[in-house]
């Protein structure tokens, strides 16, 4: 079913328009449901492209991994199967380190911290994007990650068996390191995966818990704040070089005013999602001192790693955002 709209609809269309000016239709994948502040703020960026540049470029949002998958949807816009798509990058840590520098455990916990984080990498982020056909538009983080499970954990010992959904490989890291099981989930199939018990724990936010509804199969929520991923909306660089100047300078301005209105949103909602989760009756609390400090620790590890992994770009990186 997915892959017939795909070559149905993700083509980029041309036709022309009342004033004989060439128009362009994008349609945009996004992985995340309709009603997510990410998705709801893709459409408001569409329509932003839609008035400014006169209906010259439409851009058509199919939210909900409807047009391609989460996991898929890098590589489409990187090969032109679709012309513009938002993926949360550090589900591509394993292409590239630098893809997953706001996935380090307790690196960057707060949202100013995380946005410091963002500017000393964001430059070799957009050339690495670059690298890969791919032009960078704007970019917006979750709030931040807590923890979901099913029974109180105390400890990282409390975690030991217990069956994980990783949407990264720095969750996937985490569930080896707390001796759980990691299997991969996208968050369209979260919901079903924890009420067939495929899995009972993982890590993620406010946001997503509220979207999955995790209520119906989980009891907790640790508020740990442990770092903020981001989604970044790309577009395909052969696209983007058959627009024309005005046009991308519409697109340019439209995701300054995503990226600003994005944060302001994820901020906002932060603890709106918290309290929605302990009205359907889950326990939302911060994690113990001693869960905590064990977090901390696999933060240091995990920290080790990826400067070995990023080599001197990554510590670049790492060094101009903590002299902030
Ligand atoms: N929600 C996304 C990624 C980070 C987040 O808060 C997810 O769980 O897939």
Redesign the pocket.
């Known amino acids: 079913m997915r892959y017939l709209s795909t070559l149905l609809a993700a083509t980029a269309m041309t036709a022309m328009t009342a004033t004989g000016a060439l128009a362009a239709k994008w349609d945009m994948p996004m992985a995340y449901p309709a009603s997510n502040f990410h998705s709801e703020n893709g459409a408001k960026f569409a329509k932003c492209v839609a008035d400014g540049s006169g209906g010259k470029l439409e851009i058509v949002v199919h939210a909900g991994g409807s047009l391609f998958n989460g996991n898929d949807i890098k590589r489409a816009v990187q090969t032109g199967q679709a012309p513009i798509g938002e993926r949360?990058i550090s589900a591509h840590a394993n292409e590239n380190p630098l893809f997953g520098i706001d996935s380090i455990p307790f690196l960057a916990t707060s949202f100013d911290a995380s946005e410091k984080l963002w500017s000393a990498a964001k430059d070799k982020m957009v050339a690495l994007l670059d690298s890969q056909n791919l032009t960078y538009i704007y970019a917006v983080p979750?709030?931040p990650?807590g923890l979901y499970t099913k029974k109180d954990v105390n400890s990282v010992a409390d975690l030991k068996g217990v069956k994980f959904r990783a949407?990264n490989t720095a969750t996937a890291r985490i569930a080896e390191l707390a001796g759980m099981a990691p299997v991969q989930i996208?968050?369209a199939d979260l919901s079903q995966a924890l009420a067939t018990g495929v899995v009972d724990s993982f890590i993620?936010?406010g946001?997503?818990g509220v979207d999955s509804k995790v209520w119906e199969s989980l009891d907790h929520f640790y508020d740990v704040r442990a770092w903020l991923?981001r989604n970044i909306v790309f577009a395909n660089k052969d696209a983007w070089n058959a627009l024309d100047d005005a046009t991308r300078k519409v697109v340019t301005d439209c995701g300054d005013k995503a990226a600003a209105d994005g944060l302001a949103e994820s901020k906002q909602l932060t603890d709106g999602y918290l309290k929605t989760l302990a009205e359907h009756g889950m326990k939302v609390a911060p994690p113990s001192d001693g869960l905590n400090k064990e977090l901390e620790g696999f933060g240091q590890t995990m920290t080790e790693e990826w400067l070995k992994k990023a080599g001197p770009d990554g510590k670049a990186i790492i060094d101009a955002y903590r002299a902030m």
Request: charged share 10%.
């Open positions: 949360l979750w709030p990650q949407y996208e968050a993620s936010s946001a997503t991923p």
